[in-house]
């Protein structure tokens, strides 16, 4: 690596605890890291999360007695927001760093203030949506008279920052169809660790699996979050019918928070059919993906690619998820996955009983979303295009 004292400075920031495992986006790590061979890279971040072995510094906000618990709009993480952007403009003048790479709307608000005062230059590294999460989130209803305000300040935002960065197509594209200038906007999709999440038979833990699979069973996994919108009580519902019928089925949960969703499989009859992994790293899901035999992805709004897909797709998992925006711009049905209405929960388990029944079509589904993994997400394409964006905007 080369010396941080010639290499050009960029602020990085994770308006979020940084890194909290299943609760900061692992774009914000990923960029961080690969970027840090080229740039000296200042992740810029809340006081709450972990230290890590990074190869990029971390500056944190002072602390408060108040610890982020969930994603979307809450009093935390409002003020650690207003903390955040003090911590920034310190980092930014001392530092005398001259490109603000701000992750979500939050981050690039944060790096547009902060351009007020020291002339940097300011990203908006698009991977989430605003006005829509807050709706999904639960934050404030639909109906609600502080949606078209809420939306023209996420629009304003987006026309005031120098440089979009979209996570996927999807995002580009919508970008440009609002009338921004399609130079003003790179594609850097979100890029799995291809090599990492597919695992061959000899690294299986088996140990592991006899414990998930004690009978020989197929298993169903969800990983992420376990926020509504992400449709995990739709899941457990469609389950709830096809082990009411079968016993040869298993589902595995992984994330966190899951002690809502422990008391709602208990409610319906299901917890002992299912495999709560709330203790276990990040670093082991790959483990999990090769054991199970399918992956759900179950969004029930569809405003961006969620995260876990791209990993899905790279393990080899076959995928079910459903026909939103965001979804469908990446899992073709009955090609390299599965597609169901969401909340259809009678079409949910109609597609799990048809891939339980039918291993060599979980086989085809998960080789062609390999394959279609290794097409699209190339890290050297991905990161030269972000690393030309930094020394654009540097110049």
Known sequence: ????SVRLKVAVIAP?????????????????????????????SFFQGEQGCFPFRIHRTVPLPLTIKRTGANMAKLLYDIL????????????????????LHEGALIGIIVRLLTGARVIYNA???????????????????????????ERWIERRVDRIVAQSILRRDEFIAAGHDADKIVLVEDVPELDSFYLHDEQVDRELER??????????????????????????????????????????LFGRPLPPYRTIAGELGIAHRISFVDNEPFERLPQYLKICDIGFCLRLYGDNVPGKLPVYLASGIA????????????VTHDCNGLLVPPGDVDALVAVIDRLVDMPEDIRRLGESGRAEAVRRYDPVVAYAELAKVYRDLMQ
């Open 127 to 153: 991977h989430g949506t605003f006005v829509p999460e807050l709706i999904a989130t639960g934050t404030i209803s639909a109906a609600s008279p502080l949606i078209k305000p809420l939306a023209k300040f």
């Open 1 to 4: 690596m080369a010396d941080s």
């Open 211 to 252: 414990r998930l699979r004690p009978n020989n069973e197929k298993l169903l996994i969800y990983s992420g979050g376990m926020e509504e919108y992400q449709g995990v009580d739709f899941l457990l519902e469609a389950f709830r019918r096809v082990v009411d019928q079968r016993d040869d089925v298993r589902l595995v």
């Open 319 to 330: 995928v079910i998820g459903t026909d939103i925006k965001g979804v469908n711009t990446v």
């Open 16 to 44: 979020c605890p940084f890194y909290i495992d299943r609760g900061t986006p692992l774009r914000i790590r990923r960029l961080a890291e690969a970027m840090s061979t080229e740039f000296d890279i200042r992740v810029i």
């Open 84 to 103: 955040l952007l003090w911590t920034v403009l310190r980092v930014v003048r001392e530092e005398r760093i001259r490109v603000i790479d701000g992750h």
